[in-house]
């Protein structure tokens, strides 16, 4: 555990040492907070008296959009740079097993997440000291991001062990994360046997609740087993370096 | 191993499979939190009830568009919660332009429409739900369980409100809505001079004007033959209805309740909060109380033949304002010895024996306003409708709350103004953003000053 947060330490100094983990929040910041301001006008305008249905949930589901174009900026390098700078390999000859290694890294980049999610929370503060509204239904939204975000990390995670280009690396990330999130977008193509099952794999479906207010227990099972699953395809990724006689 | 890629491809394949059964587990096991504050997306106690009543299996199929994504994740969400409580809804989602032999075996040609089926003993049940919400899923799964449909008619020609009006303060749109859903079948009559055969109840919603005297001894007749009859009538009920009610030992009590614990509700202390409903008549009442806008006290007398008793009562700390000052706009202050106390009975059931073991039964609400399209979605409003039309309709009562249907009146959105809505602008959108940029900036500069 104490090798996993020195990993997750070092992480962090790198990221916010330079303007790359700054920069990326300011631009979360904004457009997250430009929909949330902009989801309010529309609310304000035409939503009527439900806020969970008429703004909050247009809120987060454009929140994720935002993390889903912003997260693999963050997780592109944590592999990627090391290998080409050669550092990964000064990594290995360290006592730091691989999973302690790709738990720091995960680490690190869920907490970067947690600070762009951070950002978000001043639109509805301000909102709630001009108007008293209940906050609880803002509790599973901001569940659901993170769980959805933590899996962003752990798919850009695997993609980053996989190459030693950057952008090959945020390349690949973006191609899952939207196939995942796109997956049930064409359902006419989808035959009546294989729908539930795709509809199952979508990332937007699965968030879908949660950003109307509700928590499934189903949706956190799935969202933590996809999690698991690219952490493991990551892992087992970084242990190709033994295949190629690497270490 | 020789092929080691192999290997991780077979591993995680493994790790898939193992966690998918995991997730499959934990489907088996549905468990939902349902932070929104009117509980949006929890099926209401009243579902519930319905659900367990159901004997045998029900198969749902909804026909949807594929270019409504949105409206098909919404209608499969809510139908899960029906599968989540029963296991024996069976739940098909099929696209209408992909399934048209299906669509014309069920006789489906719109999009977005569920067909409700139970194929009971006694051969197919099949109700067909254009407007799938949960309101119409449920009066559908209620029809197919086998309870059959009661005909309501309610009269008109008096000054009566209206079961087809929309209008807010005066329409009763709603009303006939909520009954529909619980299984009646709503329909309007000219008069009560003939009441239709196939009625199972008759409702006075709140007339103004005198019936004639024919029209009062043929309600009278049909309960004594049987029939059922509920009546809402505010404080000023007209005489030939006083007559009718009082043929069954009820007096309404020409007065007006006052409730100054409803001033909570943003009252003016004139609307009454029903406090207790009679156990015995029903078991489990629903938790909240109704609210009737401006109601009369109902007292009991003997008449021979006829039985009953109080149905609702209002709390301690109302009281009966007998000669009705505060609609004179006078100070409204309780006077010992004139006014009387609370708690005011403000509804009654009585029954009259009709021969072959049937019953004739009359339920009194002692105010008509708290149904109109304002007033009927507000606390537990909709609820004493329909459990009271149900008590005077059916023997069988399904008295668990209803999910309230949107309220009417004053929009309680958000309004901002032009300042709160720049306040909002700068200091969400713009500071956040300009400060983690600024200290990009600083980083920026540091690191090249190292």
Redo the contacts between chains.
């Keep these: 555990m104490r090798k996993t947060l020195l990993v997750c330490r070092r992480e962090l100094s790198l990221l916010f040492g330079g303007p790359l983990a700054w920069v990326l929040c300011a631009v979360f910041a904004l457009l997250a907070n430009y929909f949330f301001y902009s989801d309010l006008t529309f609310y304000v305008v035409f939503g009527g008296a439900n806020l969970s249905a008429g703004l909050w949930r247009y809120a987060f589901l454009d929140w994720r959009l935002v993390a889903q174009l912003v997260l693999p900026l963050v997780t592109m390098r944590m592999f990627a740079e090391e290998r080409k700078l050669g550092t990964l390999e000064l990594l290995w000859t360290l006592p730091v097993r691989d999973h302690e290694l790709l738990a720091g890294k995960y680490l690190a980049g869920v907490l970067v997440y947690v600070v762009m999610l951070a950002t978000t929370l001043v639109g509805p503060l301000v909102l709630h000291a001009l108007h008293d509204f209940p906050l609880r239904p803002l509790l599973p939204g901001y569940i659901g991001l993170l769980l959805l975000g933590s899996t962003f990390v752990a798919v850009g995670l695997a993609a980053s062990a996989a190459t030693e280009n950057q952008v090959v690396s945020a390349m690949l990330t973006y191609g899952v994360l939207v196939l995942l999130w796109f997956v049930s977008w064409n359902e006419a193509a989808l035959s009546e046997r294989v729908a539930p099952v795709i509809l199952a794999l979508s990332f937007f479906d699965r968030f879908y609740g949660f950003a109307q207010g509700v928590i499934d227990l189903r949706d956190v099972a799935a969202f933590v087993a996809f999690t698991l699953l690219f952490l493991f395809v990551a892992l087992r990724t970084l242990g190709a370096r033994t295949w190629r006689g690497i270490a | 191993m020789r092929h080691?890629?192999l290997l991780?491809v077979v591993?995680?394949a493994l790790?898939?499979g193992i966690?998918?059964c995991?997730?499959l587990v934990?489907?088996r096991?549905?468990?939902?939190?349902?932070?929104?504050?009117?509980q949006?997306?929890t099926l209401s106690p009243h579902t519930h009830e319905v659900l367990e009543r159901l004997q045998e299996p029900v198969d749902v199929t909804v026909f949807y568009s594929?270019?409504e994504?949105e409206l098909?994740?919404e209608m499969a969400?809510l139908l899960a919660r029906y599968t989540d409580v029963d296991p024996d809804v069976h739940v098909r989602?099929?696209?209408l332009?992909?399934?048209p032999g299906a669509a014309e075996r069920l006789r489906v040609n719109n999009y977005n429409v569920a067909v409700i089926e139970n194929r009971g003993g006694d051969g197919t049940r099949r109700e067909h739900v254009d407007l799938v919400n949960e309101d119409a899923l449920t009066a559908a799964f209620l029809r197919v369980a086998g309870i059959p449909s009661t005909v309501v008619y309610f009269v008109q020609g008096h000054g009566e409100r209206d079961p087809r009006d929309a209008d807010e303060r005066r329409g009763a749109g709603d009303a006939a809505a909520a009954l529909v859903a619980d299984g009646f079948v709503v329909r309007t009559v000219d008069g009560a001079a003939h009441i239709p055969d196939d009625a199972g109840l008759v409702v006075l919603a709140g007339p103004t004007r005198d019936f004639g005297a024919g029209e009062v001894d043929a309600l009278d007749a049909w309960v004594r033959r049987g029939g059922r009859l509920l009546v809402l009538t505010d404080p000023g009920t007209p005489t030939s209805l006083v007559d009718l009610l009082g043929r069954f030992g009820i007096e309404p009590g020409a007065d007006i309740v006052v409730d100054e614990q409803a001033r909570l509700f943003g009252t003016d202390g004139l609307s009454a909060r029903i406090a207790q409903l009679n156990q015995a008549m029903v078991p489990s009442p629903p938790t909240a109380g109704a609210l009737l806008p401006l109601a009369q006290s109902l007292r009991l007398v003997d008449r021979p033949g006829v039985d009953g008793d109080y149905l609702a009562v209002t709390g301690e700390g109302t009281w009966s304002d007998v000669d009705r000052r505060a609609l004179a706009g006078e100070n409204t202050v309780f006077r010992p010895g004139t006014d009387r106390h609370g708690p005011v009975p403000v509804a009654v059931l009585m029954t009259v024996p009709a021969g072959d073991g049937r019953e004739g039964r009359i339920g009194v609400v002692g105010d008509a306003d708290f149904v109109s399209n304002l007033h009927l979605n507000l606390v537990g409003n909709r609820d004493l409708l329909v459990t009271t039309a149900q008590l005077v309709a059916r023997d069988d009562v399904l008295a668990a709350p209803r999910r309230p249907g949107?309220?009417r009146g004053t929009?309680?959105?958000?309004?901002?103004t032009q300042q709160?809505?720049r306040?909002?602008?700068w200091?969400?959108?713009i500071?956040?953003?300009?400060l983690?940029?600024a200290?990009?900036?600083v980083?920026?500069r540091r690191?090249r000053a190292a």
Excluded at chain 2, 411 to 416: I, K
Excluded at chain 2, 431 to 434: F, I, K, L, S, T
Aim: charge should be positive; proline fraction near 8%.
């Design positions: 080691p890629l991780a591993q995680s790790v898939a966690l998918g995991l997730v934990v489907a096991h549905p468990w939902r939190l349902d932070l929104t504050p009117e949006r997306y594929s270019q994504g098909r994740r969400d989602m099929l696209d332009d992909r399934n949107p309220a929009f309680s959105g958000l309004a901002l709160q809505s306040i909002v602008f200091s969400a959108v500071a956040p953003g300009v983690l940029a200290t990009a900036l980083a920026l690191r």
